[in-house]
């Protein structure tokens, strides 16, 4: 009972499942919830079950935090609440139809080998890919030797009647009987090219099953065997069994580096190489795709601690006002130094000639357009008229950012919406920081209207994935990324609202260039772990935001 794709190459398990006629699915029942398009959507089949179950009780309302969600169901309003953000939608019961009743004792999953003794089922016309060529000629292979056929040795025929003469033994180089096939000769149609690979590969696994069925199994015909036993393990044993077929029939074979090996392999280059290597008749071996881990295991409030030298365990913000009562000219005369004669280079915000007027074509400041500054630290020059436009057009919160280099003047701050940002240490270790406990990070930010710093003022914007659950190793170079982000929350520089890459959705609250772990146990979307570089990037992407260590004394005072 598995799924195999070849375009890449992966492997996932399916089922079958059984439902009590009691139950909702056995009754037709079908919960739904509202989205936002303002459609119906089906709970999960478990999670109706145990909706449907509230209900028949007649008890008032039911708490899914049980089963892993944190919402309410109350029957009397027919909606559903969010436990975190209390927001609610419309939910439905519908009848549709009725699952099908089976009687009699639930089928057992079959696997491949058969058991011996057991009637085999009806043939099942051969899938003619090069994937299932392979896997099942090899599968043949070894089910033979492991009922204790000789693989490479000629089968003998029945004894014939005392009366009847002997079989004659074929001379050298003669051409052996029907009745002393063997599983070489068998397995070498699945070198031959072209249309020969279809007709010749049938009766090749036909041979080779006959040749691999015990004494008793029936007529000896062999039905198409299952993908049930295609794990890593397996078919490692199943890739040398066939190397070695192929190898002694003459066929040659190409090693892969690490395709056998314990290191991963990426699905998609696993699949390519299935596909042509299965094509030249050469072993094969795939591996499972590893597990998604976005959360630790379930942790109790008794287990949850604050982290040493950091007070308090939540922190909110609310919309900061920008600082009023100094102009932009009188912002920028603290990090600016007039220059008098400015030499021939490009301003490269207007890109004119600095010994040119700027030509900055939207609302004029109250500055001359010919007047050129350089900036203290860094020593980069621009169009005074320039840098003030530029000033309007951010957040107008007291800094200036150089637009050349980036480096920050005075104290940057963001647009990032009201929320909460939670921070404690959890009993579990990281991938890759197995010696100390893991430090998490819980943001939430609920949906809202937007305020006069953001792209569209007045309209609402949406919040999703919150609350949004972050991982840090509890090591001391994982505390001071948490101080610091502290300090990149105080500041509303951690989310943003924009437009989402991932989802394309405008008026969103998205990541704002300081990148987090979001995965616990794995790293298959490189947001998670291990990674050895990724505290040394953030505190880099921090710095890049003008929060450094200094930037905690400034808090501090």
């Avoid at 009590?20 to 459609?39: I, L, Q, R, T």
């Avoid at 899914?64 to 609610?88: E, H, P, W």
């Avoid at 942790?299 to 100094?326: D, F, L, N, Y």
């Avoid at 621009?382 to 309007?392: D, G, I, P, R, S």
């Amino acid at each position: 009972m598995h799924q195999f794709r070849q375009d890449t190459g992966t492997i996932r398990p399916v089922r079958r499942s059984y439902y009590d006629p009691s139950s909702a699915p056995g009754k037709g029942v079908v919960w739904e919830w509202e989205n936002d398009s303002g459609s119906w959507t089906p709970y999960d089949m478990d999670v109706g079950i145990t909706i449907q179950r509230a209900y028949e009780k007649q008890h008032p309302w039911v708490d899914l935090s049980a089963i892993g969600f944190c919402y309410v169901i109350d029957f009397a309003t027919m909606g559903q609440i969010n436990r975190q953000t209390q927001r609610k939608r419309r939910v439905r019961r519908r009848l549709d139809m009725v699952y099908p009743l089976v009687s009699g004792t639930l089928p057992k999953s079959q696997s491949w080998p058969a058991s011996p003794g057991v009637a085999a089922a009806p043939p099942v016309p051969a899938c003619a890919c090069p994937q299932c060529l392979l896997v099942m000629s090899v599968k043949a292979t070894v089910s033979a030797a492991g009922t204790g056929t000789a693989t490479l040795q000629p089968r003998k025929a029945p004894p014939a009647p005392p009366a009847a003469p002997k079989a004659p033994v074929p001379a050298p180089g003669a051409k052996a009987p029907d009745s002393m096939a063997t599983v070489r000769g068998s397995l070498k149609p699945l070198a031959a090219q072209g249309s020969r690979r279809q007709a010749a590969s049938t009766p090749a696994l036909s041979s080779a099953s006959s040749t691999a069925s015990p004494p008793g199994t029936g007529s000896g015909k062999a039905s198409r065997p299952g993908l049930g036993t295609l794990n890593r393990n397996h078919l490692q044993r199943l890739a040398i069994a066939q190397s070695r077929v192929l190898i002694a029939s003459g066929v040659p074979t190409v090693p892969v580096k690490n395709l056998t090996g314990s290191s991963p392999v990426n699905p998609a280059l696993a699949g390519i190489t299935g596909i042509l290597m299965s094509a030249a008749g050469l072993p094969v071996c795939l591996t499972r795709p590893p597990k998604l881990v976005l959360h630790p295991p379930p942790v109790s409030k008794s287990e949850i601690q604050s982290i040493p030298g950091i007070s308090h365990t939540c922190r909110k913000t609310t919309k900061k006002q920008a600082k009023k009562g100094k102009t932009p000219e009188e912002v920028l005369k603290k990090y600016l130094q007039k220059v008098r004669h400015p030499v021939d280079e490009d301003c490269t915000i207007c890109m004119e000639r600095l010994s040119a007027p700027s030509g900055y074509k939207g609302p004029q400041p109250a500055v001359k357009p010919d007047l050129v500054g350089k900036l203290v630290k860094c020593g980069h020059v621009f169009h005074l008229h320039c840098l003030v436009a530029m000033y309007n057009n951010g957040n107008k919160d007291g800094s200036l950012q150089c637009p050349t280099c980036k480096t920050i003047y005075g104290v940057k701050t963001g647009t990032q919406p009201p929320g909460k940002m939670e921070y404690h240490i959890i009993p579990h270790a990281l991938p890759g920081h197995s010696d100390c406990k893991t430090i998490r990070i819980i943001y939430n930010i609920p949906p809202g209207v937007q305020g006069p710093e953001h792209p569209n003022p007045g309209k609402s914007f949406t919040a999703r994935g919150f609350p949004r659950h972050c991982y840090l190793p509890d090591s001391e170079k994982g505390r001071k990324v948490l101080k610091l982000l502290l300090v990149a929350w105080d500041r509303r520089l951690i989310f943003a609202i924009g437009t989402s890459s991932t989802t394309g959705e405008s008026d969103t609250v998205i990541w704002n260039e300081i990148h987090h772990k979001t995965e616990f146990g794995s790293n298959l979307t490189g947001h998670g772990y291990p990674d050895i570089n990724y505290l040394d990037n953030v505190l880099a992407e921090l710095a890049a935001q003008g929060i450094t260590e200094e930037s905690l004394a400034q808090e501090k005072d």
